[in-house]
Structure formats: structure tokens, C-alpha cells
């Protein structure tokens, strides 16, 4: 058993888990034995995701939420309680994208995007903290961000802005919760093979209207990235391989995988040096 393994117990509960990242983190919480509350705004495949863990001897729920939706978070969280009875991992991972030139992008898509990637990782962890506070064992609270706030690109400007914000939560929560024992890290990946862009479009209020994507964002996105190779992609699988271990040790970052270390020192160069200016 790897040392990690003995650390968890009782129930993991992960937004967005009918999908990519989601639904692979699942699997890793399965495999130490944790009974998984699976909720996604697709309640077919967070269901399916259930499914899937109960069909290799585990216990799990599903639901059909949307995380912007405080109210109907709350009644998840009751759920998890009624079925299990505590909640010891959160994964707030649920974000949408909408690329989009910051003049172009509009009023509607600015506030769903804020709506579902801020307000839902809020919502998520208001709705769980009571059940997560009152339930024994280790608890850890993991908030999907992104690269992109480590290695911004063009055309993306509501997503990163989001992800900030998500960064920022993360680092207060973090400090607010220390004294109880409850970890909270922020999760950063780069690409990864996932359905977003599709999810994206489905998730998408149908009053809202416009694509997620078109050639010439994702043209402008790519050739705006100082990346090496065209775009470092991984498996979902791949991003979360480290995922048990690192949250045990209660780490502040998962930065999953990507190729952005020059732009990550230069960032902070160009922060170092205006604080060295500030002393003047
Ligand atoms: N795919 C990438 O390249 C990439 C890179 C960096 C960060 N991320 C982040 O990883 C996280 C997971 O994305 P993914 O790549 O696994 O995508 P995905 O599309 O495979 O999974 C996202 C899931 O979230 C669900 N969802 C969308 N809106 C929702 C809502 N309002 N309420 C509840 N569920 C909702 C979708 O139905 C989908 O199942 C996101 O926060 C995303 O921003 C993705």
C-alpha cells in the first residue's frame, strides 16, 4: 500500500465529475477506497462516473448540479451527508471557457463565466464546509485553476481573469482553514485532453448567444503563448498521477505538468524588481 493510501478515509466529493479531470480524480479516490459524491451540471455522466465505481465494489452518488446554483449546492451537500456522512476531499473543479478578444467577449459571457468558475467554486465549498468540518479523519480541499495564470495567452481573458480569482480564493482559504486541519491547494494544470470546449458549449446558457471558440482564437491563443512545443497537452490521467500524495503533504500548488518555467521566473523578475523600485 502506498504510504499515501492510509491517509484517507471516508468520502471525496468532486464537481465536475462526469468528465476529463474530474472523472479522473475520481479514480484516484476510488482507488484508496473513499466513496465518491459525483456531481456535474450532465447529470447522465456524473452518474455514469458513479456507476463506474460502484461497478468495481465502491460506494458512490450522483448528481445532476449546476455550482452556480448556491441552493441547489446545498442540497448536494445534504445528500453526501444523508449517504455518507462526512466529506473529508473537495475537489472544486468545475470552470468553463469562453475564449473571445477582451473588446469582443460580452456582458452575458463575462458574467457566466464568473458565475460557474468564481461564484462555483464559493458555492462549492460553502455549500460542503459545515459537513467537512463536523466529519473526522484527514481533510483537504483541492480548487482547480489553470496555467493560464502562470503563462497567460491572448483571447482568453474572462477564463484567466476567472482562474485569478480562483487563485486568489485558494490563498485565503487556505490561511482560514490552517488552524482547523483542513488543507486547501490550488490545483494548476496545463492542457489536457479533455472535453472542455465541448462541456464548455453544452454548459453554456442557451440565452447566451455565441460559439466558445472559433479557428482564429485558438490561431491567436497559441501563437500568444511562449511555449516551446505548439501546446503542452497531457492525459487527464497523467495530471492527476501525483495527485494522492501531494495533497496528503497539504502542498500549496499541484502544477500538474506544462512547459512555462521561464515565464514563471520572469514574472516574478519583473514583481521582485518593481518591489526593489518601491524601496527607493
Ligand atoms: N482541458 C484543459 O486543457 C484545462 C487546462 C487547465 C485547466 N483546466 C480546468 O480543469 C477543470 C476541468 O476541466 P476538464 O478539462 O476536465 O473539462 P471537461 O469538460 O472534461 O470537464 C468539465 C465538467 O464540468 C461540467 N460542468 C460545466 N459547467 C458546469 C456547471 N455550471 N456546474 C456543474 N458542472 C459543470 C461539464 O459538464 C464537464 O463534465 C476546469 O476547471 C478547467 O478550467 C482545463
Known amino acids: ?4 493510501d492510509e491517509f484517507w478515509s471516508g468520502a471525496a466529493v468532486v464537481t465536475g465529475a462526469g468528465s476529463g479531470l474530474g472523472a479522473s480524480m475520481v479514480d484516484r479516490f476510488t482507488s484508496v477506497g473513499m466513496a465518491i459524491v459525483a456531481l456535474d ?10 456507476d463506474k465505481v460502484i461497478a ?9 448540479v449546476n455550482v452556480a446554483d448556491r441552493e441547489a449546492m446545498e442540497k448536494a451537500a445534504k445528500a453526501a451527508e444523508e449517504a455518507f456522512g462526512c ?19 460580452t456582458e452575458a459571457e463575462w458574467r457566466w463565466v464568473l458565475d460557474v468558475n468564481v461564484l462555483g467554486v464559493v458555492n462549492t465549498v460553502a455549500a460542503f464546509l459545515p459537513l467537512m468540518r463536523k466529519s473526522s479523519g484527514n481533510r483537504r480541499i483541492s480548487l482547480t485553476a489553470s496555467s493560464s495564470v502562470l503563462s497567460p495567452g491572448e483571447r482568453l481573458g474572462a477564463y484567466i481573469a476567472s482562474k485569478f480569482a480562483v ?8 490561511m482560514e482553514l490552517e488552524s482547523e486541519g483542513i488543507g486547501v491547494t490550488l490545483f494548476i494544470p ?22 466558445i471558440m472559433s479557428q482564429d482564437d485558438l490561431d491567436f491563443m497559441l501563437s500568444s503563448r511562449k511555449i516551446d512545443t505548439a501546446f503542452h497537452v497531457a492525459t487527464t490521467e497523467h495530471a492527476t498521477r501525483n495527485l494522492l500524495e501531494d495533497l496528503a503533504a497539504n502542498h500549496r500548488y499541484i502544477v500538474s505538468h506544462g512547459q512555462y518555467r521561464d515565464e514563471i521566473v520572469e514574472r516574478n523578475d519583473d514583481i521582485l524588481a518593481s518591489f526593489e523600485r518601491g524601496q527607493r
Not at 500500500?1 to 499515501?4: H, K, V
Not at 451540471?41 to 458513479?50: F, H, K, S, Y
Not at 487563485?167 to 487556505?174: A, I, V
Open 190 to 211: 496545463a492542457g489536457m485532453e479533455s472535453r472542455h470546449i465541448e462541456s464548455s458549449q453544452l454548459a453554456k446558457p442557451a440565452d447566451i448567444p455565441g460559439g
Open 56 to 64: 468495481a465494489g465502491g460506494r458512490a452518488i450522483a448528481m445532476g
Open 87 to 105: 466529506c473529508n476531499v473537495l475537489c472544486a473543479n468545475v470552470g468553463v471557457q469562453q475564449f473571445g478578444a477582451i473588446d469582443k467577449l
Open 1 to 4: 500500500m502506498a504510504q499515501s
Open 167 to 174: 487563485m486568489g480564493y485558494g490563498e485565503t482559504l487556505r
Open 41 to 50: 451540471i450532465d447529470g447522465v455522466r456524473a452518474q455514469e462516473t458513479a
